[in-house]
C-alpha cells in the first residue's frame, strides 16, 4: 500500500479491494501521525547546542521514524493473513471440511497485530507528548492532528479487535481483550490530554 500513490489507494477503497481494509487505512494514519510528529522535531526552535531541548527532540526524532516504519510494516503482514483467512473460510464453505486450527491461528494471528496497532500509537502519542513544550506555537496544530488522528486510529482498530476475539478460544480472547482495554484506554487518555493541553495554549 505505501508503494502506491494516495489516488490508487482511495480507488482501491473504492472498488471493494483487500488493501482497502480498514486495518490499512488505520496504519497509514499511524504512519503520517510519526511523520508530524517528526517534522515538528525538525522545526522546533532548538536552542543551544546543549539545551535540554535538543537533547529530548534529537532522542525523540529517531523513534518516531522507527514508528514511521513499523506501521508500515504492519500492512503486508495483515494483508497476507487477511488473504488467506478469506481463502481458508471459503474453502471450508465449498468442501464442508473444515480447517479450524489453521483459521484459529489466522484469527490470533490478525487479533496481534491489531494489538500491535494500538501499542505503536500508544507509543506515539507518549514521544509527541514529550515533546509538546519544546514546540513553536505555530506547529501546535500538527501535533493536534497527530493526536486526534492516533485516538482514530485507535477507535478503528479497538473496534475491529472486538469483532476478532469472539473467534479467539477462551484464554486468548482474555489475554487480547485486556492488553486492547488497557491500551485503548491509554491512548484516549493520552490523546485528550494532549487536545487540551494544546488547545490551552494555543488559546
Known sequence: MFNRTLEDFLDDISDGIVVGHSFN??????????SLGEMVCFLADEGGS?????????????????????FQKLTPVFNEHYKNLKM??????ESGS???EK????????????????????????????VKDFVKTSNLTELLTSSILLKSLSEIGFFNLTIYLKYLDKNTRERVKTRADMLYSDICKSSDYLTSTIKHKVV
Open 50 to 70: 546543549y539545551s535540554e531541548k535538543v537533547k529530548v527532540i534529537n532522542r525523540i526524532k529517531p523513534q518516531l521514524e522507527q514508528f514511521k516504519t513499523s
Open 103 to 130: 483459521i484459529d491461528f489466522l484469527n490470533t494471528e490478525i487479533a496481534e497485530l491489531y494489538i500491535d496497532l494500538l501499542k505503536y500509537s500508544n507509543e506515539v502519542l507518549a514521544l509527541i507528548n514529550s
Open 25 to 34: 487505512i488505520a496504519t497509514l494514519l499511524g504512519a503520517v501521525s510519526a
Open 88 to 93: 481458508e473460510t471459503g474453502k471450508n464453505k
Open 98 to 100: 473444515t480447517s479450524k
